[in-house]
Antibody
Framework: EVQLVESGGGLVKRGGSLRLSCAAS????????LTWVRQAPGKGLEWVSS????????YYADSVKGRFTISRDNARNSLYLQMNSLRAEDTAVYYC????????????WGQGTLVTVSS | QSALTQPASVSGSPGQSITISCTGT?????????VSWFQQHPGKAPTLMIY???KRPSGVSNRFSGSKSDNTASLTISGLQAEDEADYYC?????????FGGGTKLTVL
């Protein structure tokens, strides 16, 4: 069974940092592109960042470029998101998702982890 | 990276059909057949319902179908059921990025 389990969320002050993790199981982790998607309270989904299977291709939304860093450890079946210079507008549930057969076909999602940035 | 445009809400009665539109631009929806649709129930993670404009993942009911014309993609749900009540999001590849729609709340009357 495919599972994605996020962790690392919490309350952080504006300007602070946080590192999210996503532990994967039930599939060949090193074969898939992984993605972070966030959802602010009561709002819609927002693509944040994607990383290819070998980490050779990495993309960021303009809203987080220069502040967030996505990475992965295929030996540990883990995905990460280092978030620096956090802003109030970064407050959201952060989901990790597996990209399936094609781009944007996110076929498995974690349960999400809540990041709250206080001012 | 402007969000795709979806209606805020749609509604229908059980057994009816509804269609949710998703309007983008020639840089995203219009350029790629890489449009996906997700269903999200309150407090839950999204679920993939349609990918590559019109393909259904294994296990998704054939009551869900997708299409695209120019810069607008559409999700049609036929034979509405109570459990279809949820938020629906479209999503498109946009060259290097991915862009989501603002979401549509479906109410089953």
């Amino acid at each position: 069974e495919v599972q994605l389990v996020e962790s690392g969320g919490g309350l952080v002050k504006r300007g602070g940092s946080l590192r999210l993790s996503c532990a994967a199981s039930g599939f060949t982790f090193s074969s898939y592109t992984l993605t972070w998607v966030r959802q602010a309270p009561g709002k819609g989904l927002e693509w944040v960042s994607s990383i290819s299977s070998s980490s050779s291709s990495i993309y960021y939304a303009d809203s987080v470029k220069g502040r967030f860093t996505i990475s992965r450890d295929n030996a540990r079946n883990s995905l990460y998101l280092q978030m620096n210079s956090l802003r109030a507008e970064d407050t959201a549930v952060y989901y990790c998702a597996r990209e399936g057969v094609v781009v944007a076909a996110y076929d498995y999602w974690g349960q999400g982890t809540l990041v709250t940035v206080s001012s | 990276q402007s969000a795709l445009t979806q209606p805020a809400s749609v509604s229908g009665s059980p057994g009816q059909s509804i269609t949710i539109s998703c309007t983008g631009t020639s840089s995203d929806v219009g350029s790629y057949n890489l449009v996906s649709w997700f269903q999200q129930h309150p407090g839950k993670a999204p679920t993939l319902m349609i990918y590559e404009v019109s393909k259904r993942p294994s296990g998704v009911s054939n009551r869900f179908s997708g299409s695209k014309s120019d810069n607008t993609a559409s999700l049609t749900i036929s034979g509405l059921q109570a459990e279809d009540e949820a938020d629906y999001y479209c999503c498109s590849y946009a060259g290097r990025d991915v862009v989501f729609g603002g979401g549509t709340k479906l109410t089953v009357l």
